[in-house]
């Protein structure tokens, strides 16, 4: 995971949607969703809900 990507997870983990994670970040929501779109292909994930225990390792 690039440290970009983990910033997107780290705004996404505190809470709201790809708006708000972009508004925080000064992105643009595609470019959030994008980064968004490569941590579900890198974790073998294809959800929020599943996200967080693919990261922990879970």
Do not use: W, Y
Request: proline fraction near 3%; charge should be positive; aromatic fraction near 2%.
């Amino acid at each position: 995971m690039t440290p970009r990507e983990a910033d997107v997870l780290g705004n996404l983990a505190k809470g709201g949607d790809n708006r708000t994670a972009a508004h925080r970040m000064s992105l643009a929501e595609h470019t959030v969703q994008d980064h968004l779109k490569s941590i579900f292909a890198e974790t073998a994930t294809n959800n929020r809900v599943m996200l967080p225990a693919r990261v922990v390792g879970a």
